[in-house]
C-alpha cells in the first residue's frame, strides 16, 4: 500500500465519519392494509374482522365477538411512529366496546387474541390475554364505568382510562391517532377531523423490554351486549433507518477498513468481485421519505390574503383553515416556505368544507409553483379560488364546491392560473362537510389522484398527463390557496404530507463503496506508472 493511496483513505475515511453524523430518516415498514394482503385476521365470534382496500373493520354489529388482525411480518420497536384514522359508526346511544393498537410478541404471534367478551378488547383480562405486549387502548362503552377513553395496556391489562378531552370517541367522527415512541417515552395525539378538537398525551414505558425487539403489530377489538361498527383507515407503521447519505459514508468507509489489510486488498479490489456486488446491491428500489409533514403551528409557512387582512389563512397545530365564514371576495394561501423537487412526489392531505349553507363557495388547490412572488404568490378570489388568473408557472390540484352556479361541483387540474373545468367526483360529495382524504401522486409524466370520504368510505380516482418538471420547474413551492366570492365556507386542510423518493440507504452504501473503490485504483494505476 502506498502513500498515495493512505492519504486519499484517510481523507475517505474522515468524509466518510463526518458525513455519517447526519440524524437518520424514517422509512415507513407498513404501509396500509391493501386488502390484507400480508395480515392474519382472527375472531373468537360471529362478526370476524374484514379487509376492504386501505380499510380494516375490526368489530361490526354483531354481540359478543373480539376479534385481532396482525401484519404476518415482526416490526423493529426500539423507536416508531404508527399512525391510523379510528372511526366508530355507533350503532346506538352507547357503543362497545372499543379497540387497540397493540405490540405483541405472544407466543401466538400473529393469530393473538384474548376472547371473552367486549370488555377485553380483544386484547386482555380474560385469562388468555395476549402476553409479551404493549397496546394503546380505546374504550367506548357510554353505559358502564369505566368511562369513555384511552388507556396504555401492559400484557394484557384494560384500563383505567383517561376520558381525552373534547375529542369524543364515541360519536361518529374520523379520530385521527398519532403514535410517536422514542425509546422510553409513547407519546399519543387524538384529533377529531369534524370538529378539529385535540387531545394529547404520554405514558413512560420500555416497549422492548416488554415485547422483545421485533413485534407483531396491529389491532384488536371487541363488542359485548353493546356494539359498533370500528373502523382503522390510513395507517402506516414507520421505523427510523439511517439516512442514504450514512450509508453512503459507511460504504466508503467499510471498503477503505478492509483495502487497508494488505493481504486482502488485493482479492477485495478484483473487478470479478467488487462490480457485481455493488451493482447488485445498487439495483434495490428507492424508498420515499417525507420532506413536509404537517402544518405544525404554521412554522415553515407563509400565509398572503388578496383581499387585506380579510379572512386570512390561519394554522392549528396539524391544519390550515384555508377560508373562513362571512369574508367574501376572499383568496388566500399557504405556501411552505422551502422549494420541494417536483419529478417524482406523493402529495396526502384531508380536506373538509364546514358547509355554511345550501351551497359553498368557491372552493380550494393544492399547488406547486414557481411564480416570482415564492411563497407569497396568491391568485383571484370567488372562482379563481385563491389560485385563478396569478399564479404563473404552476400546477394546482383544484376543488370547486360552489353548487349553484356551473361549473360543478368537481375537481380539475389548473395550469399557470388555469380554472374553471372541472369533473363531478361520483358519489364523493366535496361539499358535504364530511373530511376527504386526498393523495396525488405523481410519476413524471401522469398526476394520480384518489379521493375517500372518511364518513361515507366513498371513493373516487382520476388522473392527469402532465409535465410538472417543465410547467413549474424541477423545484417549486408547494401549499394550498382558497377563494371565496359572494357564498362562503371554511374550508380546512389537514393530515398533510409531501413525499418525495431518494435511493434507499442500501443504494447509496453500494455507491459509497463502488466511489472509494474507484478512487483507490485510479491512484494505485497512478502509481505504478
Known amino acids: 500500500m502506498n502513500s498515495h493511496i493512505s492519504i486519499v483513505s484517510l481523507r475517505s475515511a474522515l468524509f466518510a465519519a463526518l458525513i455519517a453524523l447526519v440524524g437518520g430518516s424514517t422509512h415507513a415498514a407498513v404501509t396500509g392494509f391493501n ?16 379487509f376492504s382496500g386501505q380499510q380494516l373493520t375490526i368489530t361490526t354489529v354483531n354481540n359478543g ?6 401484519f404476518k411480518t415482526p416490526q423493529p420497536d426500539s423507536s416508531f411512529t404508527a399512525s391510523f384514522t379510528y372511526t366508530d ?6 357503543g362497545g366496546d372499543g379497540a387497540t393498537f397493540v405490540l405483541q410478541n405472544d407466543p401466538r404471534g400473529a393469530s393473538a387474541l384474548a376472547s371473552g367478551g367486549g370488555s377485553t378488547l380483544g386484547y386482555g383480562a380474560t385469562g388468555n390475554d395476549i402476553t409479551n405486549s404493549v397496546a394503546v387502548e380505546i374504550h367506548i362503552d357510554s353505559a358502564f364505568s369505566p368511562p369513555i377513553g384511552v388507556a396504555l395496556g401492559v400484557n394484557g391489562t384494560v384500563g ?3 376520558t381525552p378531552g373534547s375529542v369524543s370517541l364515541y360519536g361518529g367522527d374520523p379520530i385521527n391517532v398519532l403514535l410517536s415512541y422514542n425509546g422510553t417515552t409513547l ?30 403489530v396491529g389491532f384488536t377489538g371487541g363488542s359485548g351486549l353493546d356494539t359498533s361498527t370500528q373502523q382503522i383507515t390510513n395507517f402506516s407503521y414507520a421505523t427510523p433507518e439511517p439516512t442514504s447519505w450514512v450509508m453512503f459514508a459507511l460504504g466508503g468507509l467499510g471498503l477503505w477498513l478492509v483495502v487497508r489489510r494488505r493481504r486482502i486488498a488485493r482479492a477485495v479490489c478484483s473487478p470479478a468481485l467488487v462490480l457485481p456486488v455493488l451493482v447488485l446491491v445498487a439495483l434495490t ?12 403551528g404554521g412554522t415553515g409557512w407563509q400565509t398572503t390574503a388578496n383581499n387585506g387582512t380579510n379572512g386570512l389563512a390561519s394554522f392549528s397545530g396539524q391544519g390550515v383553515t384555508i377560508t373562513t365564514l362571512n369574508a367574501t371576495e376572499t383568496a388566500n394561501s399557504a405556501i411552505y416556505k422551502t422549494e420541494q423537487p417536483t419529478s417524482h412526489f406523493t402529495a396526502a392531505f384531508t380536506y373538509t368544507d364546514a358547509a355554511n349553507s345550501s351551497r359553498g363557495g368557491d372552493g380550494a388547490t393544492f399547488v406547486l409553483e414557481n411564480d ?4 407569497s404568490a396568491v391568485g383571484g378570489t370567488g372562482s379563481d379560488l385563491g389560485y385563478g388568473g396569478q399564479i404563473t408557472q404552476s400546477v394546482a390540484f383544484e ?17 399557470n392560473g388555469s380554472t374553471g373545468t372541472y369533473a363531478t367526483t361520483g358519489s364523493v360529495n366535496l361539499y358535504s362537510g364530511d373530511p376527504i382524504n386526498v393523495v396525488l401522486n405523481y410519476s413524471g409524466t401522469t398526476l394520480n389522484a384518489s379521493l375517500t370520504d372518511a364518513i361515507t368510505h366513498a371513493s373516487y380516482s382520476t388522473s392527469y398527463a402532465v409535465n410538472i418538471g417543465s410547467d413549474v420547474g424541477s423545484m417549486a413551492y408547494v401549499g394550498f390557496t382558497g377563494g371565496e366570492g359572494i357564498d362562503t365556507a371554511t374550508q380546512q386542510f389537514s393530515n398533510f404530507t409531501f413525499a418525495t423518493p431518494e435511493p434507499t440507504s442500501w443504494v447509496m452504501f453500494a455507491f459509497g463503496g463502488l466511489g472509494l473503490w474507484l478512487v483507490v485504483r485510479r491512484r494505485r494505476a497512478m502509481h505504478l506508472a
Open 35 to 50: 386488502g390484507g394482503t400480508g395480515w392474519q385476521a382472527n375472531s373468537s365470534g360471529s362478526g370476524p374482522a374484514t
Open 65 to 70: 365477538t373480539t376479534n385481532s388482525a396482525f
Open 89 to 94: 359508526a355507533a350503532n346506538s346511544t352507547r
Open 160 to 162: 383505567p382510562y383517561v
Open 187 to 216: 407519546s399519543e395525539q387524538l384529533l377529531d377531523t369534524v370538529s378539529n378538537a385535540t387531545y394529547s398525551t404520554s405514558y413512560n414505558v420500555n416497549i422492548p423490554g416488554t415485547v422483545g425487539s421485533l413485534a407483531y
Open 285 to 296: 428500489s428507492s424508498t420515499v421519505r417525507a420532506d413536509i409533514s404537517g402544518f405544525n
Open 372 to 375: 416570482p412572488r415564492g411563497a
Open 399 to 415: 376543488m370547486h364546491i360552489d353548487s349553484l352556479f356551473s361549473p360543478p361541483i368537481g375537481v380539475g387540474l389548473g395550469v
